[in-house]
């Protein structure tokens, strides 16, 4: 009975040691502190009216190289910071492709293209930064 028990134990605490510990994505790009609140009705952000349509955020996040906004969905929004994590040196902003209607971001630079319907990640490499968007009423809250 003893050594089912401890045996039982170590089944336990090898369970937390492989599961218990999510693995973090690597922050690549430096932390600049984003706060952020958009509202939906003003005309600039028309665009965030229609899902899978983006907006970028001038002159915050780091390098002040912006920040996207993205609609996933009819209640779901994301924000990436805008700077490409392959050139963080450089002040690399990506561009939104088809005037952020296409859901996708290029950087003009290295040509890596992040998808906001993969949450910012390319097809190889690190995503973009990404930021907590909280909805209240028509009012989203961008902050880390």
Request: with cysteine; aromatic share 12%; hydrophobic share 35%.
């Amino acid at each position: 009975m003893r050594t089912k028990i401890k045996h039982l134990f170590q089944l336990i605490i090898l369970s937390v040691a492989l599961f218990g510990c999510a693995k973090q994505e690597e922050q690549i790009i430096p932390y600049v502190r984003v706060n952020l609140s958009v509202n939906l009705q003003l005309p600039q952000f028309n665009a965030l009216n229609s899902v899978n349509n983006a907006i970028l955020y001038p002159d915050v996040g780091y390098n002040r190289n912006g920040v996207i906004i993205y609609r996933n969905s009819t209640d779901e929004f994301t924000a990436y910071d805008a700077t490409c994590p392959k050139h963080i040196e450089t002040k690399t902003a990506v561009v939104l492709d088809d005037g952020g209607s296409a859901g996708t971001a290029t950087c003009p630079n290295c040509s890596t293209v992040y998808s906001f319907f993969s949450y910012g990640y390319p097809s190889n490499g690190h995503p973009l930064k990404s930021y907590t968007v909280t909805k209240s009423g028509n009012t989203l809250y961008i902050n880390n």
